[in-house]
């Protein structure tokens, strides 16, 4: 995984419930983002934290929440006002600095309202 | 139109052809990342590069800065090689990526 876990990799979420996906890196590494992907779309940022206890809104963040009480910690959490929230979603981390490779991913969870 | 374009958006090759993706951009950019993703759903990063070119195995990738424009080779295909090809660009003072809608490749055997 390249050192950043997702977790879970399916969610079913109920209408009117929050749900929280899981990202974890263990590089050290300071930015961390959140991005969620749709069939025949580009890959849109929900959220970004360069920093522990800060993070920026992308440009999809209403309806989501995230927090960064720890480095190697970015919790998403897909609020009820998400009215659209069945979709894949992936964290990232930066790349290091000698990396030719750039970004890591995590392998994703798929949410999915029932 | 879209900051980064890709072309084209699918691909069939037979196995042992050599393939080229290309990636436009239109925004000042850091750097160019070209990324795999397989029918899971992960995604794995190919190259990040800023100038010139770069080659791992058979993965080949280039970039003009002065034309805004990058292109992914693939020599001697491999039905293994079948995925999605995504060219982001990391772009702004907080170098976020901005993703092309990708290439989906698939090599016949």
């Known amino acids: 995984d390249g050192g950043i876990t997702q977790s879970p990799k399916y969610l079913f979420r109920k209408e009117g419930q929050n749900v929280t996906l899981s990202c974890e890196q263990n590089?050290?590494?300071?930015?961390m983002y959140w991005y969620r992907q749709d069939p025949g779309q580009g890959l849109r940022l929900i959220y970004y934290?360069?920093?522990?206890?800060?993070?920026q809104k992308g440009d999809i963040a209403e309806g989501y929440s995230v927090s960064r009480e720890k480095k190697e910690s970015f919790p998403l959490t897909v609020t009820s006002a998400q009215k659209n929230p069945t979709a894949f979603y992936l964290c990232?981390?930066?790349?290091?600095?000698?990396?030719?490779?750039?970004?890591?991913f995590g392998s994703g969870t798929r949410l999915t309202v029932v | 139109k879209n900051e980064v374009e890709q072309s084209p958006q699918n691909l069939t090759a037979q196995e042992g052809e050599f393939i080229t993706i290309n990636c436009s951009y239109s925004?000042?950019?850091?750097?160019l990342h070209w990324l795999q993703q397989h029918p899971g759903g992960g995604i794995v990063s190919l190259f990040m590069?800023?100038?010139g070119k770069k080659k791992h195995g058979r993965l080949i990738a280039t970039i003009n800065i002065q034309e805004k424009h990058s292109s992914l080779h693939i020599t001697a295909s491999h039905p293994r090689d079948s995925a999605v090809y995504i060219c982001?660009?990391?772009?702004?003072?907080?170098?976020?990526?901005?993703f092309g809608t990708g290439t989906l490749l698939a090599v016949q055997p």
């Open positions: 990232a981390r930066s790349p290091d600095r000698v990396s030719s490779y750039g970004y890591t």
């Open positions: 590089l050290n590494h300071d930015a």
């Open positions: 934290s360069q920093i522990v206890n800060d993070f």
């Open positions: 925004v000042g950019i850091s750097a």
């Open positions: 590069l800023s100038s």
């Open positions: 982001a660009v990391g772009s702004g003072a907080t170098n976020k990526l901005i």
